[in-house]
């Protein structure tokens, strides 16, 4: 390499970097507020905003609310296991609601409030006045109830099925943001007063005058913390449904339920098992309980608590003072490494201050992409000044380096000497995995020619699905594709996103069909495989060669799931983290539980039926997993009569439904030949 002769550098006078670090500062806080305000930008600073806040909320120290004011009583796991042992499935009948009802007030219960919709009349036939008797129990309650409902499109509440007197209740309207994380809470739903508002109201309590506008949840914890500690006091309504028959001492002590734990509460009714479809998302958990939101925010409401947000002017001025110091710390120093580590100093200072007040007793949140964007910009123009006024010496030495390297290379040197490394970043993503059902033996079929002809035509029809709901297409392997969604852009509604594609696959191949046999194929039949679960996201591979990529665990799951829907003749599995995030925009059922090879643990595993109220054929779709779920039930009882004739009667409606055929093979199978005491009904699969 031939030398270089370097100019010699002026010194810059002290005063001039002062002043070009406050120039530099205030341009930078003008650009950043402005920019909040620029269609695309704004929205990509408000998800950096929610990010934080969530990522704020995980660190904050837990407040326990097991002492406090509000007690659940929730349907459980428990509950759904123990009363599916006596023949009573979800939702529960409502005499029990009833006797709960009576139990809670004789206990001294201040306030009982139902996070439990009752819209329609009840179903179960054999309980004959079971919505009488829960009536009942409200019209000779003495204590304060509040009942949920869905507040509707023309601002009213929804149905109450029981024929109580309304002057015995409150409606409270619990709808709740589906798919989004709930971070604010709106106290007045479609001109109907919320649950939490009614609740309060109920109490005696008067409404914070800052409660007329939706508020930001002051959240006191995780739903369940790492050593299994609640920040509420939970109670399975499978112990009050037990304790309200207890006639004597020794029987309320055998349900494990002290009324005393009742007196002068609110106690709230809900539900949290995933089978109750109650779950949402919280900026402390993707998976949180609707009703333990509602029980934050009638504390929030008791309290006068709520997460305070700095207006703009303070938003501001912590944006100047960031990027001031941010461009301070970069035009000081004279090596990069101490620049670089007063960038991160100023960061740190500006993000630990953010932290502080939002760990105090009332929450102070501090919207922090205004400010961090400033101190990027700030940063940036700090960087430019100094490359333009001190750093001569390294331009010539990357200019240099230029006539010996790539200019990859040379970027990479101008953008960090130290250069890139090779890391992923972690994220909850979901992934898809399809494969073309009996590829082999159609190449054996085809020439080389016509196979690739035929292959490009699938692909070329099958990628724009993905990119269409602005998903990744990672590779083709063979005949099968992968692509992934929330990532390299954040995507709240990933599972969505994939489910869709998947379902706009399966109608899509239907459609290219006559193509596709023109080309040689006899039956083309995609089948499809998807799991959301946390994923290493980045470019990977060697230093010459990357791959922009998904790895981990629930990746491998995802493609688990593809070939597992030979053993059930399915198209379109979804495992159950997937289920939980779209059942409210999907129509999915539960086929089976299944240890797939390679996995100890059984999971429960969902078929992708249609998109709710996109599909002609939904009512058959409805009918189709209501029937295989209940006779899928019969079937983990061991109660194999029962659970072949509703299989029975499904194929008798719906003749093609391949999934029911099978399982009612295994059910002909299990009882000629019964399992056994120690069999738990999951179906262990042999191959990929």
């Not at 009363?83 to 023949?87: F, I, P, S, T, Y």
């Not at 101190?375 to 940036?380: E, G, K, M, S």
């Given at each position: 390499?031939?030398?270089?002769?370097?100019?010699?550098?002026?010194?810059?006078?002290?005063?001039?970097?002062?002043?070009?670090?406050?120039?530099?500062?205030?341009?930078?806080?003008?650009?950043?507020?402005?920019?909040?305000?620029?269609?695309?930008?704004?929205?990509?600073?408000?998800?950096?905003?929610?990010?934080?806040?969530?990522?704020?909320?995980?660190?904050?120290?837990?407040?326990?609310?097991?002492?406090?004011?509000?007690?659940?009583?929730?349907?459980?796991?428990?509950?759904?296991?123990e009363?599916?042992?006596?023949?009573v499935?979800w939702?529960?009948?409502?005499?029990?609601?009833?006797?709960?009802?009576?139990?809670l007030?004789?206990?001294?219960?201040?306030?009982?409030?139902?996070?439990?919709?009752?819209?329609?009349?009840?179903?179960?036939e054999?309980?004959?006045?079971?919505?009488?008797?829960?009536?009942?129990?409200?019209?000779?309650?003495k204590?304060p109830?509040?009942?949920?409902?869905?507040?509707?499109?023309?601002?009213?509440?929804?149905?109450?099925?029981?024929?109580?007197?309304?002057?015995?209740?409150?409606?409270?309207a619990?709808?709740?943001r589906?798919?989004?994380?709930?971070?604010?809470?709106?106290?007045?739903?479609?001109?109907?007063?919320?649950?939490?508002?009614?609740?309060?109201?109920?109490?005696?309590?008067a409404?914070?005058?800052?409660?007329?506008?939706?508020?930001?949840?002051?959240?006191?914890?995780?739903?369940?913390?790492?050593?299994?500690?609640?920040?509420?006091?939970y109670?399975?309504?499978?112990?009050?449904?037990?304790?309200?028959?207890?006639?004597?001492?020794?029987?309320?002590?055998?349900?494990?339920?002290?009324?005393?734990?009742?007196?002068?509460?609110?106690?709230?009714?809900?539900?949290?098992?995933?089978?109750?479809?109650?779950?949402?998302?919280?900026?402390?958990?993707?998976?949180?309980?609707?009703?333990?939101?509602?029980?934050?925010?009638?504390?929030?409401?008791?309290?006068?608590?709520?997460?305070?947000?700095?207006?703009?002017?303070?938003?501001?001025?912590?944006?100047?003072?960031?990027?001031?110091?941010?461009?301070?710390?970069?035009?000081i120093?004279?090596?990069?490494?101490h620049?670089?580590?007063?960038?991160?100093?100023?960061?740190?200072?500006?993000?630990?201050?953010?932290?502080?007040?939002?760990?105090?007793?009332?929450?102070?949140?501090?919207?922090?992409?205004?400010?961090?964007?400033?101190?990027?910009?700030?940063?940036?123009?700090?960087?430019?000044?100094?490359?333009?006024?001190?750093?001569r010496?390294?331009?010539?030495?990357?200019?240099?380096?230029?006539?010996?390297?790539?200019p990859?290379?040379?970027?990479?040197?101008?953008?960090?000497?130290?250069?890139i490394?090779?890391t992923?970043?972690?994220?909850?993503?979901?992934?898809?995995?399809?494969?073309?059902?009996?590829?082999?033996?159609?190449?054996?079929?085809?020439?080389?020619?016509?196979?690739?002809?035929?292959?490009?035509?699938?692909?070329?029809?099958?990628?724009?699905?993905?990119?269409?709901?602005?998903g990744?297409?990672?590779?083709?392997?063979?005949?099968?594709?992968?692509?992934?969604?929330?990532?390299?852009?954040?995507?709240?509604?990933h599972?969505?996103?994939?489910?869709?594609?998947?379902?706009?696959?399966?109608?899509?191949?239907?459609?290219?069909?006559?193509?596709?046999?023109?080309?040689?194929?006899?039956?083309?039949?995609?089948?499809?495989?998807?799991n959301?679960?946390?994923?290493?996201?980045?470019?990977?591979?060697?230093?010459?060669?990357?791959?922009?990529?998904?790895?981990?665990?629930?990746?491998n799951?995802?493609?688990?799931?593809?070939?597992?829907?030979?053993?059930?003749g399915?198209?379109?599995?979804?495992?159950?983290?997937?289920?939980?995030?779209?059942?409210?925009?999907?129509?999915?059922?539960?086929?089976?539980?299944?240890?797939?090879?390679?996995?100890?643990?059984?999971?429960?595993?969902?078929?992708?039926?249609?998109?709710?109220g996109?599909?002609?054929?939904?009512?058959a779709?409805?009918?189709?997993?209501?029937?295989?779920?209940?006779?899928?039930a019969?079937?983990?009882?061991?109660?194999?009569?029962?659970?072949?004739?509703?299989?029975?009667?499904?194929?008798?409606?719906?003749?093609?439904?391949?999934?029911?055929?099978?399982?009612?093979?295994?059910?002909?199978?299990l009882?000629?030949?019964?399992?056994?005491?120690?069999?738990?009904?999951?179906?262990?699969?042999?191959g990929?």
């Open positions: 390499m031939r030398r270089l002769r370097l100019g010699k550098l002026h010194a810059q006078h002290p005063g001039r970097k002062w002043l070009a670090a406050g120039a530099i500062a205030l341009l930078a806080a003008l650009l950043s507020t402005t920019a909040r305000h620029v269609p695309g930008l704004s929205t990509a600073a408000v998800l950096l905003d929610d990010t934080l806040y969530d990522t704020f909320y995980r660190i904050r120290p837990v407040e326990s609310r097991a002492s406090g004011d509000v007690i659940l009583v929730v349907v459980d796991d428990r509950s759904i296991h009363l599916a042992e006596r023949g499935s939702p529960f009948p409502r005499d029990l609601w009833g006797r709960t009802v009576g139990f007030e004789r206990s001294g219960a201040k306030v009982i409030a139902f996070d439990i919709l009752f819209e329609t009349p009840s179903g179960y054999k309980y004959v006045g079971d919505d009488e008797a829960f009536a009942t129990a409200i019209n000779d309650a204590v109830l509040v009942i949920a409902t869905l507040a509707t499109g023309d601002g009213r509440a929804g149905p109450f099925a029981p024929k109580a007197d309304p002057a015995k209740y409150r409606l409270g619990v709808n709740l589906i798919g989004k994380t709930l971070r604010v809470y709106e106290p007045t739903v479609r001109s109907q007063p919320s649950l939490a508002v009614r609740t309060l109201e109920a109490a005696g309590k409404v914070p005058p800052w409660a007329t506008e939706p508020f930001r949840l002051h959240y006191y914890g995780p739903h369940q913390q790492a050593d299994g500690k609640r920040t509420y006091t109670l399975s309504a499978i112990s009050i449904f037990a304790a309200s028959k207890a006639k004597t001492p020794e029987q309320m002590q055998a349900s494990g339920v002290d009324p005393n734990l009742f007196k002068d509460k609110i106690v709230l009714l809900g539900a949290i098992s995933a089978g109750t479809y109650d779950l949402k998302s919280a900026p402390l958990s993707e998976i949180y309980p609707g009703v333990e939101v509602q029980a934050t925010a009638i504390d929030n409401l008791l309290h006068d608590q709520r997460v305070v947000q700095a207006g703009l002017s303070t938003t501001a001025l912590a944006a100047f003072a960031g990027a001031l110091l941010a461009a301070t710390l970069v035009l120093p004279r090596k990069t490494l620049k670089l580590v007063g960038v991160i100093v100023a960061a740190a200072v500006l993000v630990g201050s953010a932290i502080l007040m939002f760990r105090g007793g009332t929450i102070l949140w501090l919207p922090l992409a205004s400010p961090l964007t400033a101190l990027l910009a700030a940063t940036i123009g700090a960087f430019a000044w100094s490359y333009y006024t001190e750093d010496n390294r331009r010539l030495i990357v200019k240099a380096f230029g006539q010996y390297v790539s990859a290379v040379v970027a990479e040197i101008e953008k960090d000497p130290a250069r490394r090779l992923g970043d972690r994220h909850v993503m979901t992934v898809l995995f399809t494969d073309i059902e009996g590829f082999t033996s159609l190449s054996e079929k085809l020439e080389d020619e016509r196979l690739t002809e035929l292959l490009n035509y699938y692909f070329d029809e099958m990628e724009p699905l993905i990119f269409a709901e602005d990744t297409l990672d590779k083709y392997i063979g005949d099968a594709i992968m692509g992934f969604w929330n990532a390299p852009l954040p995507q709240s509604d599972a969505f996103r994939a489910c869709r594609t998947a379902l706009e696959m399966e109608q899509r191949e239907r459609n290219i069909q006559p193509e596709l046999v023109r080309m040689g194929a006899d039956r083309c039949i995609t089948r499809i495989g998807i959301t679960g946390p994923m290493v996201v980045g470019d990977m591979g060697s230093r010459s060669r990357f791959n922009y990529t998904v790895l981990g665990d629930s990746v799951l995802g493609a688990r799931l593809e070939g597992a829907n030979k053993f059930y399915s198209r379109i599995l979804i495992a159950e983290s997937t289920a939980v995030l779209v059942k409210d925009r999907f129509i999915v059922r539960r086929l089976d539980l299944l240890q797939v090879k390679g996995k100890k643990k059984p999971m429960p595993v969902y078929e992708l039926m249609a998109e709710i996109k599909s002609p054929d939904e009512s779709f409805l009918d189709r997993a209501q029937r295989y779920e209940a006779s899928w019969l079937y983990r009882l061991q109660n194999w009569e029962d659970a072949e004739a509703v299989l029975q009667d499904l194929l008798s409606r719906h003749p093609t439904d391949i999934p029911a055929a099978m399982l009612l093979a295994r059910v002909n199978e009882k000629s030949h019964p399992p056994g005491e120690g069999w738990d009904g999951v179906y262990v699969a042999k990929k």
